[in-house]
């Protein structure tokens, strides 16, 4: 059996997520910027980039 317990709008996840590492050179990537998804609820793209070798990602995260 499961409990579920309603989400209060006021609580906040007391955590934050880490930036990824780089797929080619494994270093840390950087945060670039974060822009809302047209035409869904609460989706963003946030994009990162490697400050050692240059490659870009993207992560799609659900707007807090």
Known sequence: MQNHAPSDPQVRPNFVLAPPDCVVCK????????APIPFS?????VSYV???CG??????????
């Open 27 to 34: 270093s840390r990537m950087r945060f670039v910027k974060s």
């Open 50 to 52: 490697c400050d050692e």
């Open 55 to 64: 490659q870009g990602t993207k992560r799609t995260l659900k707007e807090t």
């Open 41 to 45: 609820a609460g989706l963003v793209d």
